[in-house]
């Protein structure tokens, strides 16, 4: 099973930006599309945005459109999360899953078989 470890996490003021990193080790890591989730306090988890395994095809939760973007490098084994314009509610522990499948509606539609331990950001004046 892939180990999943996130970085980049951090408080920032609204308005401002953060990159999210994610490096996988220990297995596979190219044939799986990849995804960030997170989870505010007192919430459930929920889907941010998702790539396809060889990047081409992304997908996004309705209320980061136009905001964050989903990119990888399968050379490096990383996937990024640039999170632009950042409003107080996108406060959360964010995390990278990767999906037993390769296509973006494998992970909105499915459960991720590998999770990361989770970066905190918080965006705050």
């Known amino acids: 099973q892939v180990q999943l470890a996130e970085s980049g996490g951090g408080l920032v003021q609204p308005g401002g930006s953060l990159r999210l990193s994610c490096s996988a080790s220990?297995?596979?890591?190219?044939?799986?599309?990849m995804g960030w989730f997170r989870q505010a306090p007192g919430k459930e988890r929920e889907f941010v945005a998702a790539?396809?395994?060889?990047?081409?095809?992304?997908y996004y939760t309705d209320s980061v459109k136009g905001r964050f973007t989903i990119s990888r490098d399968n050379a490096r084994n990383m996937v990024y999360l640039q999170m632009n314009s950042l409003k107080p509610e996108d406060t959360a522990v964010y995390y990278c899953a990767r999906s037993a499948g390769s296509s973006t509606t494998d992970v909105v539609g499915g459960v991720p078989d590998s999770w990361g331990q989770g970066t905190q950001v918080t965006v705050s004046e």
């Open positions: 790539v396809n395994w060889g990047g081409g095809v992304t």
């Open positions: 220990g297995g596979t890591f190219t044939n799986h599309a």
